[in-house]
């Protein structure tokens, strides 16, 4: 009998926050290099991550705190590196 692994434990939530991780930082690069983003996947698998995040058990809610901080930081990085790139080309 195989069994369905559940989407709501700590261990497959970092997973996800992993998976975005790598995502942004290949944005990054990508900004960097001054080539063309495309951010299509980002939103949904963000969706997805934050749904899990929901209906995960409160002690799993609380210890994605500091991932989803993190989380943030990297967007505003990617944020950052998109004016940088932007202005430089102005």
Aim: with cysteine.
């Amino acid at each position: 009998m195989t069994t369905t692994p559940n989407k709501y434990t700590i261990e497959s939530i970092m997973e996800g926050f992993d998976q975005v991780d790598a995502f942004l930082l290949a944005i990054r690069e990508l900004i960097k290099a001054g080539k063309v983003v495309n951010l299509a996947g980002l939103d949904s698998r963000v969706e997805n991550l934050c749904l899990s995040i929901q209906k995960s058990p409160n002690e799993v809610k609380k210890a994605c705190i500091p991932r989803l901080k993190q989380f943030l930081d990297s967007l505003d990085d990617c944020e950052e590196e998109f004016v940088t790139v932007k202005d430089k080309g102005n």
